[in-house]
């Protein structure tokens, strides 16, 4: 099985940041393999699925030697309240395809619900995506994220985002939050602070 994830967005027979998302990969091989990935059969199945109209999720999953990619139809998700929920020891800073301790969290805060995970006190990201708050006049994402989203370094690189340290006590400074990832963008998926709770006992 493949250890690892990347998921691309593609629309209208473009995809989106492909080159983050494959800087990403290379990132990742050199890190567990010592050496990059030769991307050549990935580019070339890419470039096969990518004839598709409208607005797909492409997800590869891949280790350095072999790789599988899948593309679906992509909606967003309705979501009525995030839940915060600590866990200090949870790390993610590589997509790895085993998500297992992330859905566990995700189950905690409830189907129709998002988890937003804290650590030490700050709050880090979503279950499936980087958090950015409004505060009225800028966007500030967590300086501390499990992982270093490819939207989340587009829109920093373009001065769109301010990374803060944002404690839970900061929270009610904000005035709403939105969730950042490959497949959305800023603004997609907005709520108000009022619709953040904690994790009941």
């Known amino acids: 099985?493949?250890?690892?994830?990347?998921?691309?967005?593609?629309?209208?027979?473009?995809?989106?940041?492909?080159?983050?998302?494959?800087?990403?990969?290379?990132?990742?091989?050199?890190?567990?393999?010592?050496?990059?990935?030769?991307?050549?059969?990935?580019?070339?199945?890419?470039?096969?699925?990518?004839?598709?109209?409208?607005?797909?999720?492409?997800?590869?999953?891949?280790?350095?030697?072999?790789?599988?990619?899948?593309?679906?139809?992509?909606?967003?998700?309705?979501i009525h309240q995030l839940v915060l929920i600590e866990d200090d020891e949870i790390q993610y800073e590589y997509k790895f395809a085993n998500r297992t301790r992330l859905e566990q969290l995700q189950k905690l805060a409830g189907a129709e619900n998002e988890c937003i995970i804290i650590q030490?006190?700050?709050?880090?990201?979503?279950?499936?995506?980087?958090?950015?708050?409004?505060?009225?006049?800028?966007?500030?994402?967590?300086?501390?994220?499990?992982?270093?989203?490819?939207?989340?370094?587009?829109l920093l690189k373009s001065k769109q985002i301010i990374e803060k340290d944002i404690l839970v006590s900061d929270l009610p400074k904000y005035q709403k939050v939105t969730l950042i990832n490959a497949m959305l963008e800023l603004g997609d998926i907005e709520c108000g602070i009022d619709r953040i709770i904690h994790l009941s006992n």
């Not at 209208?12 to 890190?31: F, N, V």
């Not at 990059?36 to 199945?45: E, G, N, V």
């Not at 598709?52 to 030697?65: A, E, N, R, T």
């Not at 708050?133 to 587009?154: D, I, N, Q, V, Y």
């Open 120 to 154: 030490n006190n700050r709050v880090t990201d979503a279950s499936y995506a980087n958090l950015v708050f409004w505060t009225g006049t800028e966007w500030h994402t967590p300086s501390r994220p499990l992982l270093a989203g490819t939207k989340r370094k587009f």
């Open 1 to 78: 099985m493949s250890q690892f994830i990347e998921t691309i967005k593609l629309i209208e027979t473009e995809y989106q940041h492909i080159d983050l998302h494959m800087q990403r990969i290379q990132e990742t091989c050199m890190k567990f393999y010592g050496q990059q990935k030769d991307l050549k059969d990935i580019r070339k199945r890419l470039k096969a699925v990518g004839n598709k109209p409208g607005i797909y999720k492409v997800s590869i999953q891949y280790d350095l030697d072999s790789s599988s990619i899948d593309a679906v139809t992509y909606f967003k998700r309705n």
